[in-house]
């Protein structure tokens, strides 16, 4: 079993930045991914970030590219979110989840989703005001 504390979340205004950290526990040499995903109050919830653990490759959802960044401590088993030029639409819980399922969808394109069968944290709020 993994373990996953998600934390850094707050209150900051548009433009501003926040950094988020998910610190892993437990049987943390099982972990292939971590992924960041989001659920703003009546949305579905939906795909930020995700990091290899051993190699550092990411994929980020459109939504967010060039604005934030994923980065882990393998030393710290710590998954962090570097999030720049935030948006009210960035308001939402944010949650990490061990190994994620990535798949290629009939195009091609690498489609992130939660993987239920991994650990989720218990979320941080971000709220972005206008």
């Known amino acids: 079993q993994v373990q996953l504390v998600e934390s850094g979340g707050g209150l900051v205004q548009a433009g501003g930045s926040l950094r988020l950290s998910c610190a892993a526990s437990?049987?943390?040499?099982?972990?292939?991914?971590m992924g960041w995903f989001r659920q703003a109050p009546g949305k579905e919830r939906e795909f930020v970030a995700v990091i290899t653990w051993r190699s550092g490759s990411t994929w980020f959802a459109d939504s967010v590219k060039g604005r934030f960044t994923i980065s882990r401590d393998n030393a710290q088993n710590t998954v962090y979110l570097q999030m720049n030029s935030l948006k009210p639409e960035d308001t939402a819980v944010y949650y990490c989840?061990?190994?994620?399922?990535?798949?290629?969808?009939?195009?091609?394109?690498?489609?992130?989703?939660?993987?239920?069968?991994?650990?989720w944290g218990q979320g941080t709020q971000v709220t972005v005001s206008s």
């Open positions: 989840n061990s190994d994620p399922i990535i798949k290629p969808d009939s195009e091609g394109r690498l489609r992130v989703s939660g993987n239920d069968d991994g650990s």
């Open positions: 437990g049987r943390t040499f099982s972990i292939y991914t």
